[in-house]
């Protein structure tokens, strides 16, 4: 997670909403450029790498289903390793 965002005019159903930037990662674990804007239900924070879901299944948690939200952070992720198949 790189930031938070801030948006003084949004959809009535996103009022109160946290949202962040997160910098995608590769599937090395290096950070590949790509930015997505994600809503935060779960509390993280900047330097945390998250796991996030986008499109419609990132809008099957319970309140958020008609949201024009197309990513989610699902998770923190405490510790990590790639290993080569």
């Known amino acids: 997670m790189i930031n938070n965002v801030w948006a003084t005019r949004k959809d009535e159903s996103l009022v109160g909403q946290k949202f962040l930037i997160i ?5 090395t674990s290096e950070l590949d450029g790509d930015i997505v804007v994600a809503a935060d239900f779960i509390g993280a924070g900047t330097g945390d790498k998250v796991l996030i879901t986008q499109g419609s299944s990132c ?3 319970q309140g958020i289903e008609h949201s024009p939200i197309d990513a989610i952070i699902v998770g923190i992720i405490d510790e ?6």
Do not use: V
């Not at 910098?23 to 599937?27: A, H, I, S």
């Open 59 to 61: 809008r099957q948690m």
């Open 80 to 85: 990590g390793k790639t290993e080569s198949c």
């Open 23 to 27: 910098q995608l990662m590769d599937k």
